[in-house]
Structures are given as C-alpha cells and as structure tokens.
C-alpha cells in the first residue's frame, strides 16, 4: 500500500523564479492538504484540496496556489518566490468521510530560495 | 483562532525511562480533536495517538498514554520505557471537529526529544 509521496525531495530556486511542487496521497484517499514547515517549526496549513477544488485555505498570500487532479494528486505552486519561502513543504491525505482527523504525510519537499 | 502551545523546545531522558512532553492549547469552541505527532530526522509526520475532546478516558497506544485536562486546556503526552527509535520532534496538534474534511490541523512548536543509551 503505497502512502503518501512528494517530488522532489530536495530544490534550489533564486528570488523571483517559480515552482511546482507534486504530491500523490496514500491509496484510498480523496483529500489533500499543504502544510509550510519553517526550520524549526510547527507546519502551517496552507490549503487542502477535496474534489478538485480549494476547501480551506489558510493565512497564505495569493502566490501560493495549487491544483488538484482528477486522480486525487496534487501539485503546490509559489510564484514571485521570496527568501522566507525557504521551508519543507509538506502533503497530507486523507479520506473525508473518515473524519476522525488523521492525516498522513509524505516526507516533503525541501525548498532553498536563494 | 484556535493556538497550540509546546513549552519545551528539547527534552531528553534515558532508556528505559519515563519522560512527559507538555502542550497547551487556546479554543473556545467544547468539541475537538487532539494528536500527538512524532517527526524523525527522516522528516515524515507520525500519528502517535489521537484524543476526542468529548471523551474523558485519556487515549492510550502502548507505551504512548496522554493526560487530558479539558478545563486547563492541557495535554501532555508520557512515553514509558523509551527507547533509541523514540528520539524525535514531537508536535502538539489541535483539530476543530467541525472542520470540513478534517485536514486543517494546528501544530505546536515543537520538542525535540533525545533518548540517551
């Protein structure tokens, strides 16, 4: 059963580029959230996605967007990157008719903005 | 908005040993979910138990029990007979139980755990 995985692992951008991070949840699931964890910091959620659309969002400005595809997967793309969007990003899935709140994660994405 | 917070930024203790890691949480709202999460160096967030705030019996998991205290807003989480595998970042997290689809989790700073051989 494979669980919840994220490409890439590790990328290097510079100020003002773009990019596209993926996510493709654990088998069974229809849910899928992004979370911003700074060094040594909690995860902040940034938005989940359930039926191809943005549910919930949280306080994260406009250049953060996402997509979510028929088949469940995901992608997170920041534009007009800035040197605070270094962090790991970090996919969770769920299946909303089991709403007991448990997410599982993948390992994440670590971003570098120089 | 709901805040979660983890007072011990490291903690450490021996093999074998007991040792309780703190949380405290601000909500106005009676009816939610709380988790501990465990973060190895190898970055994945484990569930490591869960407690339904209408539930009064403290949630257990083998060696992993917590202590709820609604009225304080308090859950601390106790890990008996620690082990090397436990050395970790454990977070703190709050779930409102009317979230739709139940994925906007609020996490706590963090505490970093250290197990000594």
């Known amino acids: 059963d494979a669980g919840v995985t994220q490409s890439p692992t590790h990328l290097i951008k510079t100020r003002g580029q773009q990019v596209t991070l993926r996510c493709s949840p654990k088998?069974?699931?229809?849910?899928v959230s992004w979370y911003q964890q700074a060094l040594g910091q909690g995860p902040q959620f940034i938005f989940q996605?359930?039926?191809?659309?943005?549910?919930q969002r949280g306080n994260f400005p406009d250049r953060f967007s996402g997509h979510q595809f028929p088949n469940y997967s995901s992608e997170l793309n920041v534009n007009a990157l800035l040197l605070g969007d270094s962090a790991l990003y970090l996919c969770?899935?769920?299946?909303?008719?089991?709403?007991?709140?448990?997410?599982?994660f993948g390992e994440g994405s670590r971003l570098t903005v120089l | 908005a709901q805040t979660v917070t983890q007072s011990q930024p490291e903690m450490s203790v021996q093999e074998a040993e007991t040792v309780t890691l703190s949380c405290t949480y601000d909500?106005?709202?009676?009816?939610?979910?709380l988790f501990w999460y465990k973060q190895p160096p190898s970055r994945q967030m484990i569930l490591v138990i869960r407690?339904?705030?209408?539930?009064?019996q403290n949630a257990t998991e083998n060696r992993f029990s917590v202590n709820f205290q609604k009225a304080a807003k308090s859950f601390s989480l106790k890990i008996s007979d620690s082990q090397l595998g436990d050395a970790a970042m454990y977070f703190c997290?709050?779930?409102?139980?009317?979230?739709?689809?139940?994925?906007?989790?609020?996490f706590g700073e963090g505490t970093q755990l250290t197990v000594n051989p």
């Open positions: 969770a899935s769920s299946l909303v008719r089991q709403n007991t709140g448990e997410l599982f």
């Open positions: 997290a709050y779930r409102s139980l009317w979230e739709t689809s139940g994925s906007r989790l609020t």
């Open positions: 088998s069974g699931h229809d849910t």
């Open positions: 909500t106005s709202e009676s009816d939610y979910y």
């Open positions: 407690q339904e705030a209408y539930k009064q």
């Open positions: 996605y359930y039926e191809e659309e943005e549910r």
